[in-house]
T-cell receptor, first 111, second 116 residues
């Protein structure tokens, strides 16, 4: 069964304090790994898709990396507006199309 | 480009009452998904449509849940009768099928259902 585990569950940072979020996964053939951001009362907002080990993608202060067992979301010099829950999801090969999500990491950045 | 539209945004009902949620996907997206998100959890797939065909409804509680996507565009998810445990956020997502690699799913704002 496909499974995603995110850690830590919650992370509190000071503005400018860089850190990383972890997403460990087991899947029967990875088709894609997705990162989403979710603000309170809103739907998940797409950030990145990673397809193969070694791949990296960047967007502003965020950088996502992928290995065969896990993905990291690195946050460099975060700002208070980066506060949100970050969700990781995997999509398996085989045509199912469904995303299997982790529980998310709630990030709080204090000014 | 307009995003996924859902209505209503909030719904409060008594248990055993029926409720329906509506979703309009991104224009040109032929795949539509309904997910349920419980508090503190990630979304879980309920049903997936390819155009007007439900191709994956294995996680849909069919005794009380039903869905339709007439004409392959808008979709409605219904619960009848609702139970206390159905309280959750119901998310609709859409994607454009046919990309070489994983199809990115774009989510709507969700409908927060409270069953009293």
């Amino acid at each position: 069964e496909d499974q995603v585990t995110q850690s830590p569950e919650a992370l509190r940072l000071q503005e400018g304090e860089s850190s990383s979020l972890n997403c460990s996964y087991t899947v029967s053939g990875l088709r894609g790994l997705f990162w989403y951001r979710q603000d309170p009362g809103k739907g998940p907002e797409f950030l990145f898709t990673l397809y193969s080990a070694g791949e990296e993608k960047e967007k502003e202060r965020l950088k996502a990396t992928l290995t065969k067992k896990e993905s990291f979301l690195h946050i460099t010099a975060p700002k208070p507006e980066d506060s949100a829950t970050y969700l990781c999801a995997v999509q398996a090969q085989g045509g199912s199309e469904k995303l299997v999500f982790g529980k998310g990491t709630k990030l709080t950045v204090n000014p | 480009e307009a995003g996924v539209v859902q209505s209503p945004r909030y719904k409060i009902i008594e248990k055993k009452q029926p409720v329906a949620f509506w979703c309009n996907p991104i224009s040109g997206h032929n795949t539509l998904y309904w997910y349920r998100q419980n508090l503190g959890q990630g979304p879980e797939l309920l049903i997936r449509y390819e155009n007007e065909e439900a191709v994956d409804d294995s996680q849909l509680p069919k005794d009380r849940f039903s869905a339709e996507r007439l004409k392959g565009v808008d979709s409605t998810l219904k619960i009848q009768p609702a139970e206390l445990g159905d309280s959750a956020v119901y998310l609709c997502a859409s994607s454009r099928r046919g990309q070489a690699q994983g199809d990115t799913q774009y989510f709507g704002p969700g409908t927060r259902l409270t069953v009293l």
